[in-house]
C-alpha cells in the first residue's frame, strides 16, 4: 500500500450526472475524493467515459484528463466488471472486449489498475447459463466448478494476462471476489493468481460480510495480491434474516424485506471495524479504497460526503497505529 491510502469514488453512484456534474459535486461536498473509478463497459455503465472514441482520438484524452486535471481530481482506475465466459458468445465477446479496451484505455490515460470480475461459464457445452459452482451438496453440483476451471478459467485469465504483460506490465486487473463467479473467497483466489502475476484482488468487504467471512483475516491472508478496494459496507436485518437465511433469491426487491443490505462504510460495522482493515492493507499494492455507493437508503449525494468522512477518519487512525 502506499504511504497514504487514497480515497476515490466509482462514479457509477452518479449516473444522472455529467463528468463535470459529477467532479463539480464531489469537489464542493466530499473534498476528502481525490481519485474517480470510472465504468467503462461489461455490464459497468459508462456514460462518463466514451471509451471508443478515447482509444481512438488522443486529443479528447487530452481534453478528458484536462476536465479531471481542472477539477484536480485523478484517474484512480477503470472499471469493466462482466462475465468474459459467459456461454452466450456475442456477451462474452462484448465482455471480453470490454476488458481488453478499458486494459488499452488506462494505459493511453496513465492509470495502472482495471476492476474486472472472474467471470462464470455455464455447467456443460449444452448449456446457454452461467452456472454458479459454489457447492456439491447435491448430485448437480457437483465437480461444477472444476470443470469450469480446467476448461475455462485457466485457459482465457493466461491469455488475458498475457495481453496486460504486452499492453502494460506494470497494470494490474483487480478482481473482485465476488459470489456468482468462479473467483469468490480465498481459495479460489489463490487458485487465480498462479495463473499470472498481473492477476491482483479488488477488495470489497461488504460481500465478506454477508458470506460470513472474517474481511481481517482475508485482507492479511491475500494482502500482497491486492490492488485495489471498494468502500461498502454491509446492514443486516435481524428478522428477515432468521427467516430467510443470507441466501435469498429476491434481490433487488423492496429492500426493507430483504436480510441483508449493502450500506454506507459505518452504517454497518464501526469505525474500529474499518480502521482494523485499512491497517491490514499495509502489506498491500493497493493505493486507492473507491466508495462504491449501492445503499438503498440513503442517495448517493448524501452517502457518499459521508463515507468519505468516516473512510479519511479509518485511514487517519491507522496511521497513526502504526507510527
Given at each position: 500500500m502506499s504511504e497514504t491510502l487514497k480515497?476515490?469514488?466509482?462514479l457509477e453512484a452518479f449516473l444522472n450526472l455529467s463528468l463535470e456534474e459529477t467532479l463539480d459535486f464531489l469537489v464542493k461536498s466530499a473534498p476528502e475524493v481525490s481519485h474517480i473509478e470510472v465504468g467503462a463497459g461489461g455490464y459497468a455503465p459508462h456514460p462518463h467515459c466514451d471509451v471508443e472514441n478515447l482509444l481512438n482520438d488522443a486529443g479528447a484524452r487530452k481534453k478528458w484528463l484536462a476536465t479531471l486535471s481542472g477539477y484536480n481530481i485523478k484517474l484512480d482506475a477503470?472499471?469493466?466488471?462482466g462475465n468474459p465466459l459467459h456461454p452466450e458468445k456475442e456477451i462474452a465477446k462484448e465482455h471480453d472486449t470490454a476488458l481488453r479496451n478499458a486494459i488499452r484505455l488506462a494505459t493511453e490515460l496513465g492509470a495502472n489498475r482495471v476492476v474486472a470480475m472472474s467471470g462464470c461459464p455455464a455447467a456443460d457445452q449444452t448449456s446457454i447459463t452461467p452456472h454458479?459452482?459454489?457447492?456439491?451438496?447435491l448430485p448437480y453440483l457437483e465437480g461444477v466448478h472444476e470443470k469450469q476451471w480446467n476448461e475455462?478459467?485457466?485457459e482465457y485469465w493466461s491469455n488475458i494476462d498475457s495481453f496486460i504483460k504486452k499492453t502494460?506490465?506494470?497494470l494490474l486487473v483487480c478482481i473482485e471476489l465476488h459470489p456468482?463467479?468462479?473467483?469468490?473467497n480465498v481459495e479460489t483466489f489463490e487458485k487465480f493468481i498462479q495463473i499470472g502475476s498481473s492477476l491482483s484482488a479488488n477488495l470489497d468487504p461488504s460481500h465478506f460480510f454477508w458470506?460470513?467471512?472474517d474481511g481481517h483475516a482475508v485482507t492479511k491472508k491475500i494482502s500482497s495480491r491486492i490492488g485495489h478496494v471498494h468502500g461498502k459496507d454491509t446492514s443486516f436485518n435481524k428478522e428477515k434474516l432468521g427467516l430467510n437465511g443470507l441466501l435469498d433469491h429476491r434481490w433487488p426487491k423492496d429492500p426493507k424485506e430483504m436480510p441483508w443490505n449493502f450500506s454506507v462504510p459505518g452504517n454497518g460495522h464501526d469505525l474500529s471495524w474499518w480502521t482494523e482493515f485499512i491497517r491490514s492493507?499495509?502489506?498491500s499494492k493497493a493505493e486507492v479504497i473507491s466508495i462504491e455507493h449501492e445503499d438503498p437508503f440513503v442517495p448517493a449525494k448524501e452517502g457518499v460526503p459521508a463515507a468519505a468522512k468516516f473512510l479519511k477518519q479509518a485511514i487517519e487512525l491507522a496511521e497513526g497505529a502504526r507510527v
Open positions: 480515497i476515490g469514488v466509482v477503470f472499471n469493466a466488471w454458479f459452482g459454489a457447492g456439491g451438496w475455462k478459467m485457466i502494460n506490465p506494470e456468482g463467479t468462479t473467483v469468490y458470506m460470513q467471512m492493507l499495509s502489506g
